[in-house]
């Protein structure tokens, strides 16, 4: 792991405030938690609203810290990003995700996981995602990789080239918290994706909003032309499915369905749970 001059530059701060104080804390105790393996990972299912089925899992990041208990990537990715730590972070879920989607009953599901741009490097990158399926013998159809539009806006050869490459090893490539990134339409065309996540944000007011419904029905029709599938993610009530079920989704996560957890194998949208209808 690299270590950035400025947290050097903060730690010799006499002045230091409480957040830079923090962020200090949280990055010696990232170290640790490498170290010691203090990083665990939980699954949220995803379905088919098509055939109401489980498709996969998005592989979530949790550091199970020895007092202070189970700590959300919310406080510690940032930092994780900023000192360079993502690097050897990132290639602990890869590596982790790949062997346990293996080791899954069911070999037809599929594992999502999220890439934050700063651990993004071209040819590396590829090298990684290269290993962790031959160490794993995980099929590369199952793999799915998140990334997030900020990735795309420097739009860099070497960034399209990374991403033809692992898309041609057979890995789908996921566009995450859509629309609320960068946004230009302009690079869809540019980057092999084959999926795109809709933001929890517009999902929350889906339904309450005609705005929002206009804005999340506009986006399952540029998924349909593009030809690349939908999720919404943040999926907690069934008038969300409803709507969504009209507008075309082709996937669906979220607590509705199941929380980030254990694995749990096959599962079906309970359809009696749902209102007549669906
Ligand atoms: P994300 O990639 O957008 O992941 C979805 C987040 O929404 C997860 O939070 C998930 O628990 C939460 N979520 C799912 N369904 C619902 C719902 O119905 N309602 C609500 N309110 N929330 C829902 P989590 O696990 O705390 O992760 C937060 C963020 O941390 C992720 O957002 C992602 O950006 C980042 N993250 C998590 N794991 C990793 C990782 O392994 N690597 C990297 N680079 N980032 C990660
Ligand atoms: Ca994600
Ligand atoms: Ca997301
Ligand atoms: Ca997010």
Redesign the pocket.
Known sequence: AKHSGRSTFFWYQPEMDAEAQRRKEVEAGLIKALKYDQFD??Y?PQFSLHDNTLKGY?????WEHPTKGTI???VF?SVAEDTGL?ED??DW?LRRACREAAEWHDKTLRVA????PA?FKAGETQRKVARALEESGLDPKRLEI?ITESLLIADTDAVVETLEAISSMGVTIAM??FGTGYSSLSYLNRFPFNKI?I??SFIKNLGKDAGTDAVVTSIIGLGRSLDVLITA????NQDQVVLLRAAGCDLV????FG??GAVKGPEVIDERALPAGL
């Open positions: 990972l939980l949220q998005e592989a979530l990041i949790r959300s990537p919310d990715i993502i972070i990132g879920v996981v999220n890439f934050s651990q998140e995450d918290d996540k933001d929890r993610e943040g999926v907690e996560q979220g607590y509705l929380r980030p």
